[in-house]
């Protein structure tokens, strides 16, 4: 079942669906709703560009990891204002003296939300407003499809700190060649939604006014096929990868045959 996106934020449109703020809500920023077929994560701290601490990191990734537990077969990712998501924010958080300290506090959850992207069986849709910045362009990236507005853009500001963006580069760099992604890196020069695209950080560009229908359509084709079909797809991607050419071949037919054995007849 497709869902209508205004302003930002998915409007449920039928009886079936859970509404924002009862028991799918994770937290008053980290929301979340779902139906049947799909689960709905939204980012709604618009005021602070959708900036996220510690804790809303953790909020995230546990999101995620809900989502993927759910029956549901695709899992959407949207935010609430006129961006994305501006980074990280650094308020908050556990006082971290040691690199010990450093890791587990501040490291270790924004890891744990890639982990969850990743390891979560369905596709995960995200769509993309406005600015996506440091933290907020790597999770733009690291989900499996990603729709940006015309007007979306893309940065890795962290060098500027001299911080060297190492976890958004672990995020992207399955998905971004190596000498754009550094390009990005070291020059932290601001892209387009035409370049992401060109850069594989997106998957499409539409119309700012489109963006909603877009993901609708595409997560509506996708409620349509199979969970274990949608799961074997988003599996091969990740591992086929990293394999030699017949490996590959190989672990593609063995996925096949299970996902045609497992077809109800």
């Given at each position: 079942?497709?869902?209508?996106?205004?302003?930002?934020?998915?409007?449920?449109?039928?009886k079936g669906d859970k509404q924002w703020g009862m028991e799918g809500t994770m937290?008053?920023?980290?929301?979340?709703?779902?139906?049947?077929?799909?689960?709905?994560i939204?980012?709604?701290r618009g005021d602070a560009g959708n900036m996220l601490t510690v804790d809303l990191l953790r909020d995230l990734s546990a999101a995620f990891?809900?989502?993927?537990?759910?029956?549901?077969k695709v899992i959407v990712l949207h935010s609430v204002g006129a961006d994305f998501c501006r980074g990280r924010d650094p308020q908050g958080g556990k006082p971290s003296p040691t690199a010990?300290?450093?890791?587990?506090?501040?490291?270790?959850?924004?890891?744990?939300?890639?982990d969850a992207i990743a390891g979560a069986p369905q596709p995960i849709v995200c769509t993309v407003q406005g600015a996506a910045l440091?933290?907020?362009?790597a999770l733009a990236t690291a989900c499996d499809i990603t729709i940006a507005a015309e007007g979306a853009r893309f940065r890795l500001p962290e060098m500027e700190k001299d911080l060297p963006p190492t976890l958004a580069i672990s995020a992207m760099m399955g998905r971004v060649p190596r000498k754009a992604l550094t390009w990005l890196v070291y020059s932290m020069d601001e892209i387009d939604a035409d370049t992401a695209l060109r850069l594989g950080i997106v998957s499409r560009v539409v119309p700012a006014?489109?963006?909603?229908?877009?993901?609708?359509r595409l997560v509506a084709a996708l409620a349509e096929r199979s969970r274990t079909a949608l799961a074997a797809v988003k599996e091969?991607?990740?591992?086929?990868?990293?394999?030699?050419?017949?490996?590959?071949?190989?672990?593609?037919?063995?996925?096949?045959?299970?996902?045609?054995?497992?077809?109800?007849?």
């Open positions: 079942m497709a869902h209508s996106v205004v302003s930002g934020r998915q409007r449920p449109r039928d937290s008053e920023i980290i929301k979340t709703a779902q139906t049947a077929d799909v689960a709905t939204v980012i709604d990891r809900r989502a993927a537990a759910s029956e549901a010990v300290a450093m890791r587990e506090n501040v490291i270790a959850p924004i890891l744990d939300v890639y440091g933290f907020g362009c006014a489109e963006l909603g229908g877009a993901s609708d091969y991607l990740r591992v086929a990868i990293a394999m030699e050419p017949r490996g590959a071949a190989d672990y593609g037919a063995s996925l096949l045959a299970a996902v045609l054995s497992s077809a109800k007849r």
